[in-house]
């Protein structure tokens, strides 16, 4: 659970301390499990409605409710959640599984359009208030434009992971066209996310957030090296690609060739394991060397930052940014001036990442200069 004080109208929050927080990362897996449960239940949705015996003008109700619980939702999130937060989201999460819950005994429901609008309406509650609250929790830390904004893009990508949702769904439809497994997914994801928010006793940032500081005694690498090791599993896979599609011989395993390539396969295998475990070192390590170059609290702690790094959507190009905004502070207050383009990094954190992460580690090695910083 978070590590709350007395609230602070001059407190600042920065990304670190947004993701330092249970609550953040409650929020974020809520919001997940929303998304992925209302992408499925939707994907789906018509076929069940037309199995159960509803038809099109039917169907249409649901939707209509589903619109008409967006303006719900928004009521919800500005003015209930703004000073009860964790109510404004688990009320609604809790009054759409029991009216979700009812299909499973009575599948004829489906076919009434006054439970389709009454589901339909708290669908789309649910659906709303999520990403309309939690940019209100977020805003009232008062964080700097880049920290909101990177904090809340992480929180988006919950959207981007719901569009693996209709495959999962549909082999739960496969299962009973009649939409009962589909409906207790719905429910189950509803509670779960029930669940993540019941500990969370105040879902504003409007507290003084936890002090944390986890230093590591700086160390200079060579960016081209780390570009380098973090690309080669890259190329490796692209050659080995041309190999099996641009030079295939009639009978692969009767020249050998079959051997080959599986062998070659395991290696780059080993090799792309290999780059990915020193990404989640590099990501350690270069939080850690910058909090032990000067206290900051946008530094995530380095476990943090490794857990985010290869586990969160975005999560790298994100914590790059922040990265590079904090290091370029730094410079100017040094007289080194701006150290890193953050435009230029944002476009290769997202077009090829071991380029943005070779430019950190390059202007980090320039913040270190004058330091005791080690040499690798």
Request: aromatic residues 12%; contains cysteine; proline residues 6%.
């Amino acid at each position: 659970m978070d590590n709350t004080s007395q609230p602070s109208s001059k407190v600042e929050w920065t990304l670190a301390d947004f993701l330092g927080t249970y609550r953040y990362w409650a929020l974020f897996l809520a919001s997940l499990l929303v998304a992925v449960s209302g992408q499925g239940l939707t994907t789906v949705f018509p076929l069940i409605a037309r199995e159960t015996g509803s038809d099109y003008q039917t169907v249409a109700i649901f939707y209509l409710g589903s619109n008409a619980g967006w303006i719900i939702g928004a009521f919800l999130a500005f003015v209930v959640a703004s000073r009860h937060g964790r109510p404004a989201l688990i009320v609604p999460l809790f009054v759409c599984a029991l009216v979700a819950v009812s299909v499973v005994p009575a599948p004829a429901l489906w076919a009434s359009p006054v439970f389709l609008f009454l589901f339909g309406s708290l669908f789309g509650t649910v659906r709303a208030v999520f990403p309309l609250a939690i940019a209100i929790f977020l805003v009232g830390g008062r964080p700097g434009k880049i920290d909101f904004g990177c904090a809340f893009t992480l929180m988006s990508t919950t959207i981007l992971t719901s569009a693996f949702a209709p495959s999962g769904v549909s082999w739960l439809y496969q299962a009973d066209q009649g939409g009962v497994p589909v409906i207790l997914g719905f429910l189950s994801c509803l509670v779960i996310a029930i669940i993540l928010l019941l500990p969370t006793q105040h879902l504003a940032f409007d507290d003084t957030p936890r002090r944390r500081h986890r230093p590591i005694a700086p160390q200079k690498r060579s960016p081209l090296m780390v570009a380098a090791i973090l690309t080669t599993p890259l190329v490796l896979i692209f050659l080995l690609t041309l190999g099996v599609y641009g030079f295939q011989v009639d009978n692969l395993e009767a020249n050998g060739y079959f051997e080959i390539m599986l062998l070659l396969a395991l290696l780059v295998l080993v090799i792309a394991i290999a780059a990915f475990i020193y990404l989640a070192y590099w990501s350690y390590r270069i939080h850690g060397e910058l909090a032990g170059a000067a206290p900051s609290q946008r530094l995530l702690t380095p476990l943090a930052a490794m857990l985010v790094t290869i586990l969160v959507p975005l999560g790298l190009p994100v914590l790059l940014v922040t990265l590079a905004d904090l290091l370029n502070d730094r410079g100017s207050k040094s007289g080194k001036g701006r150290l890193i383009s953050i435009p230029w990094l944002a476009f290769w954190s997202f077009l090829f990442p071991p380029i943005a992460i070779a430019l950190v580690q390059n202007a980090a090695n320039k913040s270190y200069d004058g330091s005791s910083a080690e040499v690798a």
